[in-house]
């Protein structure tokens, strides 16, 4: 298992998530996701379906593509720089 990616991926969905200004409950309802399986997400936990990425890329408005994208340029960021950015981001 990729930890830089899993971790990435849920850094990146909280970062989007706040930047809309939503609770992880609100994510949930639009994703039609369970709040506590969204709060897994962001803090790297579970390791996500294709169907779970295409739930909350669309609930974010993005593209699948789009979210993974940015899950995994962090990735990579925190891979070359050695960054543990779970701390930072809680």
């Given amino acids: 298992m990729n930890a ?3 971790e990435s991926f849920g850094i990146t969905v909280r970062r989007l998530r706040e ?4 609770s992880q409950e609100e ?6 996701l369970n709040r506590s399986y969204v709060g897994e997400i ?6 996500v379906s294709l169907v ?3 739930k909350l890329s669309s609930a974010l408005g993005l593209s699948a593509g789009a979210l993974m994208l940015q899950s995994e340029q962090l990735s990579s960021f925190r891979a070359a720089q050695g960054i543990n950015l779970m701390a930072i981001a809680c």
Avoid: K, P
């Fill in 4 to 6: 830089h990616l899993v």
């Fill in 19 to 22: 930047g809309r200004g939503w």
């Fill in 27 to 32: 994510l949930a309802g639009h994703a039609d």
């Fill in 42 to 47: 962001e803090r790297g936990q579970v390791i």
């Fill in 52 to 54: 779970t990425i295409q």
